[in-house]
């Protein structure tokens, strides 16, 4: 059964504070969607898991892939992929990158944050397997801070944070399934891939995720990648 897994990198850094987009910016020497799509190649396709089947799909702003392809050059990255343009938001972006996978595959597909690129290989095969039992599978870890929920009147109530979980990357899906989802009209209510699923009525299986699965966003992110890049 092959494995797909479409990495989905259209930030334009604009909270970074400069003019590079943050999934090119190095961290360790290295840019970030470098490391992350490094870890999903030793995590699928260098192992029994995943043999050679499948592929793996890069999706960005058709403006930023000349440059990618510079940085590709600049520190001979050569690991295979596909490329394919971002779209206007997440969910065009994930139908471009599952355009590329055959309609009649019958296999898996994760879609994963460019800029996550501690997700942990345990975390990976463990999203992979279970999709193969449930069909949507997301990785999430528990929240520990004291959660307030707003109210009208500008009132507040503290709610227990036993209930909810931070959603992580990568979900998981049949490809057919996600497919599917994807064929209809986008809706605001899309934040994630899962609620895209959700909308057919399709049950999410959650699983154990790892919290250095951090998403890249701000300066003070790259400041605790750096020391990631050390210790992971």
Request: charged share 20%.
């Amino acid at each position: 059964m092959p494995n797909y897994v479409i990495i989905v990198a259209g930030g334009r850094g604009l909270r970074m504070g400069g003019d590079i987009p943050k999934q090119f910016l190095p961290v360790g020497g290295l840019p970030i969607l470098m490391r992350t799509i490094q870890t999903f190649h030793d995590a699928l396709f260098s192992s029994p898991l995943g043999g050679e089947e499948g592929g793996l799909i890069l999706v960005l702003p058709h403006d930023q892939q000349a440059y990618w392809r510079q940085l590709c050059d600049e520190y001979h990255f050569a690991i295979p992929h596909e490329l394919t343009d971002g779209g206007e938001t997440r969910f065009h972006s994930v139908k471009n990158g599952l355009d590329l996978i055959p309609d009649d595959a019958d296999g898996v597909v994760g879609v994963h944050d460019g800029v996550r690129p501690f997700v942990s290989a345990e975390v990976i095969r463990r999203c992979y397997d279970a999709v193969r039992e449930h069909g949507a599978v997301v990785p999430v870890v528990p929240v520990v801070e004291t959660v307030r929920q707003l109210l009208p009147e500008g009132d507040s109530l503290t709610v227990d944070r036993e209930r909810y979980r931070l959603v992580q990357t990568p979900q998981t899906f049949r490809i057919a399934l996600l497919k599917e989802a994807c064929r209809h009209p986008y809706q605001p209510s899309f934040t994630d891939d899962a609620s895209v699923v959700e909308a057919l009525g399709h049950r999410i299986i959650l699983v154990e995720g790892n919290r250095e699965n951090i998403k890249i966003t701000t300066p003070s992110d790259i400041l605790y990648a750096e020391y990631l890049c050390q210790t992971f």
